[in-house]
Each structure stands twice: as C-alpha cells, then as structure tokens.
C-alpha cells in the first residue's frame, strides 16, 4: 500500500514511532513519573505550582505551539465563561497582534496598552478596560516598530516586569487573571508561565499539533525552571473539534494516549458562531450562548475551577 494511500492513523502512528527513534518523544509509560508527580497531601494542584499565594488571583496561562489555533478566542471565551459562572476576571493580552480587544468589547479600539504603559513607567491600572458583563481586561497596544523594539528589550533585562505591571491592578476584584501569550516560545510566553497555576496548550486535531506536542511540553517544562519536576499544571486543550472527521477523531486517539489525564476532558467543538462571534467583536457566549461551542466553554470554566479550587 502505497503511503498516500494508507489511512491517517497509520501515518500518525509511524509519525511517533519515527520522534521517539530521534529521542524527542517519549511512550506514555516512560514519561508518567516525570510528567504526573504525586501531588503532596492537601496541597492539591496549585500547591505544586509556580508563584502560589492564597491571597492573589488564581493565573491561567494561554499559549499555542503555533498561530491559527484559536489561542485568543479561548483565552476570550474562558474569561467570559469563568465570568458567567460568577468569577472575577482580568484578563491579560500578552501577544503584539493586539487582538484580544476585539473579541472582548465592542467600543472604538483605542493605542494605549500594557506595552505603552510599561515604557512610560505608567501603572497598568490606567489602561484596563471593561468587556462585557464586567470582564476586564488589558489590552497590549499598538507600537510602532521602533517602540515595539525598545518594549521586547524591557522585557529581557527585566524579568519582573509582567509582576510589576499586575502589582498596579486590585487583585481584590479579581479572581482568575487569564493570560493571551504569543504562539511559539517567547520571553512573553515565558513570564506568564512563570507565573501561572494553570498553563493550557491549545491544539488542532492535526497531524500537525500532533507533532508539536513534545517540543511544548520541553519549552514549558524549561520556564518552569527548577520546579519542573513538580509542575503539574500543563495541560492540553484541543479546539475545533470536528467529530464527523476520521483524521480528528484519530488525533485525538492518538493524543489520549499520549497525554493521559494531561488532556483536558473537555473539547471545543468546531461552531461557525465562534468566527461570526469576532466579526461582531463578540465572544461566542455573548454572541450565541445556547450554541455548542459556548455550551463547550461553560464546560472548560467548570473544568478549570474545579482543578484550580
């Protein structure tokens, strides 16, 4: 049988075969005592995380292995979500595409953000906004290249800058701060790792996200520094599930096995609302909160507060 022909979880299969010849991926029975650590008594998840406080927001990590996953509109859905469900939210756009805004309020699209704070030594209090149904959030900003340049710069010489920002916004009112991160490994991604409770990769059932998975799990695993050993809170999301497609449903087999319990057991189905949503400069629970996939991020606040609580 020719390899065009042969079906599409052989061909993943043989995918995986070939990573852990190269030594980048690693059987599920292999990597449980490194990826699943026994939790310590009464500690529970957040007890083994980074930056853990029971006096601050729980923080929730958003990051992607690769643009045009849908990142941002999880990060948009979830707060709202969270939101709905009676939590204090702030969420935080960490990705110069500055696109957060626009699934989280309707009002003009205004150039001040956290990056332009940050360079003019302002607190980001000033430059938090309102979203629906009073969501908060932070907008990044436009830069100019020049400007854009001397932010990035900050945030190398300075590893505590995204703290400093955050220590200017009440975290009286907050309850879950939720961060945008850029996709790919970056110094943004990185800081809101380090800080974070939670991290969540959004996935494609792709071959491609497939693939991704171990090269995520090392760069997430490197910014949580010395505790990596004991960060338990990687997991990963997959997005616009399409239930009627072998490949998808293949995928998602093949990362069950992969992931374990690391999966998260919520999806988010594919729903034509969700890019209908953005071109109303909605969420897709504002813009059709009975549809599935708004149905699907009630499902994924639920989830997230009962492994964060």
């Not at 292999?30 to 029971?54: C, I, R, V, Y």
């Not at 879950?176 to 800081?191: H, I, K, L, M």
């Not at 494609?204 to 497939?210: C, I, Q």
């Not at 690391?262 to 729903?271: A, C, G, K, S, W």
Request: charge should be negative.
């Amino acid at each position: 049988m020719n390899a065009e022909k042969r079906p599409w979880w052989q061909r993943i299969r043989w995918i995986s075969a070939f990573l852990r010849f190269l030594g980048v991926w690693k059987s599920p029975e292999s990597t449980k005592s490194a990826t699943e650590p026994e939790p310590l008594p009464e500690q529970g998840l957040q007890g083994n995380m980074l930056g853990k406080s029971s006096k601050r927001s729980k923080r929730i990590a958003i990051v992607s292995p690769k643009g045009g996953v849908g990142k941002t509109t999880v990060t948009a859905n979830l707060s709202e979500a969270l939101v709905g469900r009676g939590r204090r939210v702030c969420a935080v756009d960490l990705d110069a595409q500055n696109a957060l805004q626009f699934h989280l309020s309707a009002d003009p699209v205004k150039p001040e953000g956290l990056a332009s704070a940050t360079l003019r030594s302002e607190p980001w209090s000033e430059t938090l906004r309102k979203g629906v149904e009073g969501l908060r959030f932070l907008p990044f900003g436009f830069l100019s290249e020049k400007h854009r340049e001397q932010f990035e710069q900050t945030v190398v010489d300075g590893p505590a800058w995204l703290a400093d920002g955050l220590s200017t916004v009440d975290h009286k009112q907050t309850d879950y701060t939720v961060f945008d991160t850029p996709p790919g490994p970056s110094e943004f991604q990185r800081a809101a790792v380090e800080m974070a409770d939670l991290v969540i990769v959004v996935v494609l059932p792709d071959a491609a996200s497939f693939i991704t998975v171990p090269t995520v799990e090392r760069t997430i695993e490197s910014y949580a520094g010395q505790k990596a050993n004991e960060f338990a809170g990687l997991y990963f999301l997959l997005n616009r599930m399409n239930e009627g497609r072998v490949l998808c449903r293949d995928v998602r087999a093949m990362l069950a096995d992969r992931l374990g319990d690391r999966l998260v057991p919520e999806t988010i189905r594919f729903d034509a609302a969700a890019e209908e949503a953005l071109a109303a400069q909605q969420t897709v629970m504002a813009y059709e909160p009975d549809g599935r996939a708004a149905t699907d991020f009630d499902g994924l606040a639920a989830w997230v507060e009962q492994t964060l609580k």
